[in-house]
């Protein structure tokens, strides 16, 4: 026998073994918990829907003790589909980002003890993030050009994001085990050490990063309106003058309204607006143009497919100027290439607008729904979270 | 409506901030600022969309490694794209006389302009060479329950308009195969727009000759705008008569009184 050969009967051998104790683990959960998981909770998740997940998923929690954990984790499994840690944890925070904590079913207390330690990791792991920051790193380097600083202050949004989903986590993973229903004399002191954790200091410590980081966010403007006078001074490039323009009039605006702001900085920047105003109204006209662009070739209104704005819009200035903007700066792909997720949805406006039909004939009202067009229908859908 | 549209307020903006800019600037800041626009991706945008033959070789090549030759950019083309929008919004659902006109760009992006508008006749066109909607339509006309005849009409009127001002010997100049094929498919977009139109005016004498003489001031403000369009651009000589194919009006109307006189509409 050589080498492949028995190499394939040690795998062989190893896959009937997990099979057959992922047999004998599922064989140990009820036939009825089964089916429930495989007919609710796996579809609801593999239609990314935390809240029916959840609601298929919590109450199931009553019918599994710690030992039967793993037994689920390996049905799980055959589904592609995550632990049942894991698998709670995720939708919970994901109703907690999404702001529809209050719609999640009560935990059961063995949910609270599965959940409530991940979260504290998580929370721990963003706190720990503080070390190798590059904006808060003890080693950070100081950034040499504009685009340095944009990925910088990117950087430090991602950061202010993740904390601030960490602070709502920790809020909702307090409440859910001070609010816990249980016997507590059935609980080890493993189990009480989990239900009785404060959250408390963790808060602290993600309030205080907050804070930390707002200090550097400011310290870096200061440095990059600096930067920018210097460059809008000695600068042949006509673009880095135009972007160090930019920055004084923004980050100028900025400085004059902070507390104890520098004095001889703030009057650099009223000095160097005034000696370069022309230069700083092109890059008002450049950057207030190509923003204007941006909503109009990105934005997607609340009707008619992402292409109209409500009728308010005719009446208030908030709905007129109001629109779903993409989170992350879009790339636009090739409308030619179908694998592709198009970006914009629409390539061009005036391929689908002729569609909207607000005239009629006869008194009955006919609403055209049918969208024929000659290069692709609307089947993707954009995520988007700000409107504004 | 018109106000309604998500990219009429942002590219009208957008053209009279960016408009300001190329006024008060220099050519050498002009091309620094064009390529400053080169350097970000979210500002470019796909040409071509018409161009079948393109399509066909991008999937027969099936690679991503080299970038799309009908990706464009730079500020030119992102003025053009405003522009090609914001004229088309007016021509679908104003009375602007001249749309892409009113829109036209400065030298900086004609080239540009004109290639974008081409692009657009052409994806409508063979939009509508390939769409059984506009078929059914023909088959089934236009009545209270189905006003996918207007809608039809509309699309028209916004392709006209674009083949119309890619026409216009002011823009950027077209080879003279370019002015026939353009003007070919003009003639028969203005006979489908007739077609529409008598349809219309077809389906409005119908209602009227009923008992739903209530309704009469709806029906006639329900096309109007087209109508009057039309009146306009026959005065102004914009527009002629031709004769309909028969075959595209082939839903029969028992109760119609007169057969309505078949022409082409100007806008």
């Known amino acids: 026998?050589?080498?492949?050969?028995?190499?394939?009967?040690?795998?062989?051998?190893?896959?009937?073994?997990?099979?057959?104790?992922?047999?004998?683990?599922?064989?140990?959960?009820?036939?009825?918990?089964?089916?429930?998981?495989?007919?609710?909770?796996?579809?609801?998740?593999?239609?990314?829907?935390?809240?029916?997940?959840?609601?298929?998923?919590?109450?199931?929690?009553?019918?599994?003790?710690?030992?039967?954990?793993?037994?689920?984790?390996?049905?799980?499994?055959?589904?592609?589909?995550?632990?049942?840690?894991?698998?709670?944890?995720?939708?919970?925070?994901?109703?907690?980002?999404?702001?529809?904590?209050?719609?999640?079913?009560?935990?059961?207390?063995?949910?609270?003890?599965?959940?409530?330690?991940?979260?504290?990791?998580?929370?721990?792991?963003?706190?720990?993030?503080?070390?190798?920051?590059?904006?808060?790193?003890?080693?950070?380097?100081?950034?040499?050009?504009?685009?340095?600083?944009?990925?910088?202050?990117?950087?430090?949004?991602?950061?202010?994001?993740?904390?601030?989903?960490?602070?709502?986590?920790?809020?909702?993973a307090q409440k859910m085990t001070t609010s816990t229903r249980v016997n507590r004399k059935r609980l080890t002191e493993k189990q009480l050490a989990v239900l009785d954790f404060d959250f408390g200091p963790l808060q602290q410590g993600l309030k205080s990063l907050g804070e930390t980081l707002q200090a550097r966010s400011t310290e870096l403007r200061i440095e990059r309106i600096r930067f920018a006078i210097d460059t809008i001074r000695k600068s042949d490039d006509f673009k880095q003058k135009l972007l160090a323009a930019l920055i004084i009039d923004l980050d100028g605006n900025h400085l004059q309204k902070m507390e104890n702001a520098d004095e001889e900085l703030v009057a650099q920047v009223k000095q160097t607006r005034k000696s370069f105003s022309r230069l700083v109204k092109k890059s008002r006209l450049l950057h207030s143009g190509l923003h204007w662009w941006m909503r109009g070739r990105y934005g997607r209104g609340p009707e008619g497919a992402g292409l109209l704005k409500s009728e308010q819009a005719l009446r208030s200035p908030q709905a007129l100027f109001g629109l779903y903007m993409p989170v992350t700066t879009p790339t636009p792909t090739d409308p030619s290439d179908r694998s592709a997720r198009p970006i914009p949805e629409v390539d061009r406006r005036h391929h689908y607008i002729w569609l909207y039909e607000y005239r009629q004939i006869g008194d009955r009202k006919v609403e055209t729904h049918s969208v024929s067009q000659s290069t692709r229908t609307l089947t993707s859908k954009t995520t988007m979270s700000r409107f504004y | 409506m018109v106000q309604r549209l998500v990219g009429f307020l942002e590219y009208s903006n957008a053209i009279s901030e960016l408009e300001l800019l190329i006024k008060s600037s220099s050519k050498k800041e002009l091309e620094a600022m064009d390529e400053l626009v080169m350097e970000h991706d979210e500002y470019t945008v796909y040409s071509d969309l018409a161009d079948k033959k393109y399509r066909r070789q991008k999937e027969s090549e099936g690679t991503d490694d080299e970038p799309s030759k009908s990706a464009r950019r730079g500020l030119r083309w992102v003025i053009a794209l405003a522009r090609v929008e914001l004229g088309s919004m007016l021509a679908a659902f104003t009375n602007t006389p001249r749309p892409f006109e009113a829109v036209r760009p400065t030298?900086?992006?004609?080239?540009?302009?004109?290639?974008?508008?081409?692009?657009?006749?052409?994806?409508?066109?063979?939009?509508?060479?390939?769409?059984?909607?506009?078929?059914?339509?023909?088959?089934?006309?236009?009545?209270?329950?189905?006003?996918?005849?207007?809608?039809?009409?509309?699309?028209?009127?916004?392709?006209?308009?674009?083949?119309?001002?890619?026409?216009?010997?002011?823009?950027?100049?077209?080879?003279?195969?370019?002015?026939?094929?353009?003007?070919?498919?003009?003639?028969?977009?203005?006979?489908?727009?007739?077609?529409?139109?008598?349809?219309?005016?077809?389906?409005?004498?119908?209602?009227?000759?009923?008992?739903?003489?209530?309704?009469?001031?709806?029906?006639?403000?329900?096309?109007?705008?087209?109508?009057?369009?039309?009146?306009?651009?026959?005065?102004?000589?914009?527009?002629?008569?031709?004769?309909?194919?028969?075959?595209?009006?082939?839903?029969?109307?028992?109760?119609?009184?007169?057969?309505?006189?078949?022409?082409?509409?100007?806008?």
């Not at chain 1, 495989?38 to 935390?50: F, L, R, T, W």
């Not at chain 2, 059914?136 to 009127?157: E, I, M």
């Not at chain 2, 096309?223 to 026959?234: D, F, I, M, P, T």
């Open chain 1, 1 to 172: 026998m050589n080498g492949k050969q028995t190499a394939g009967i040690v795998a062989t051998l190893l896959l009937f073994l997990v099979s057959t104790q992922a047999a004998a683990d599922q064989a140990a959960l009820s036939k009825k918990l089964v089916l429930e998981i495989n007919e609710k909770v796996i579809p609801a998740y593999q239609a990314g829907k935390p809240l029916t997940m959840l609601k298929a998923l919590s109450p199931l929690m009553a019918r599994i003790p710690e030992d039967r954990v793993e037994a689920v984790d390996s049905l799980l499994a055959e589904h592609q589909a995550p632990t049942l840690g894991e698998l709670l944890v995720d939708a919970r925070v994901s109703l907690v980002q999404q702001g529809f904590a209050k719609d999640a079913p009560r935990a059961h207390y063995r949910e609270v003890l599965l959940t409530s330690t991940a979260m504290k990791d998580r929370i721990e792991t963003v706190l720990a993030e503080k070390e190798a920051h590059p904006a808060l790193a003890a080693d950070a380097e100081t950034p040499e050009s504009f685009e340095d600083y944009d990925d910088l202050f990117w950087k430090i949004h991602v950061l202010e994001q993740q904390l601030a989903n960490m602070t709502r986590i920790g809020d909702y």
């Open chain 2, 107 to 267: 030298k900086f992006a004609a080239e540009q302009f004109e290639e974008l508008l081409l692009d657009g006749v052409r994806a409508h066109v063979q939009a509508l060479e390939n769409d059984p909607g506009l078929k059914q339509v023909f088959r089934t006309g236009v009545s209270p329950t189905n006003n996918r005849g207007l809608s039809y009409s509309r699309r028209l009127v916004l392709v006209r308009a674009m083949s119309r001002a890619a026409m216009n010997d002011t823009l950027a100049e077209l080879t003279p195969q370019q002015e026939r094929n353009l003007g070919k498919t003009k003639r028969r977009l203005d006979e489908v727009q007739a077609g529409l139109i008598a349809m219309i005016q077809e389906s409005l004498g119908t209602y009227r000759t009923t008992s739903m003489t209530s309704y009469s001031d709806t029906f006639v403000g329900a096309c109007g705008s087209l109508l009057r369009a039309e009146s306009r651009e026959l005065e102004a000589g914009t527009a002629t008569r031709t004769r309909i194919n028969e075959t595209e009006r082939t839903r029969s109307s028992s109760s119609s009184t007169s057969r309505p006189r078949t022409r082409s509409a100007g806008r």
